[in-house]
């Protein structure tokens, strides 16, 4: 299997989501290595041994968790979409 053959089904693969839903499905495969990332609560070098990357680096591109820090001793708002 090569990086071609996985990128035509993964393109395939969102057509078909795409034509199901109605719209367009954006993004792309790294997408979803960030995603898994992002999700993981281990540390930055466990992160990094999973993910195969040689440097820290490459894993903080990919580790997208946003921190949300509480203010004003409110409740957060409430989102609605």
Request: glycine share 6%.
């Amino acid at each position: 299997m090569n990086k071609k053959t996985i990128n035509t089904w993964w393109n395939n693969a969102k057509k078909e989501a795409g034509l199901k839903l109605g719209r367009p499905i954006p993004g792309t495969f790294h997408d979803i290595k960030a995603k898994a990332m992002s999700d993981y609560e281990g540390r930055s070098k466990e992160k990094q041994l999973f993910s195969g990357h040689k440097t820290e680096h490459q894993v903080v591109t990919y580790d997208r968790k946003v921190k949300i820090s509480p203010t004003l001793n409110i409740p957060p708002m409430n989102h609605e979409v």
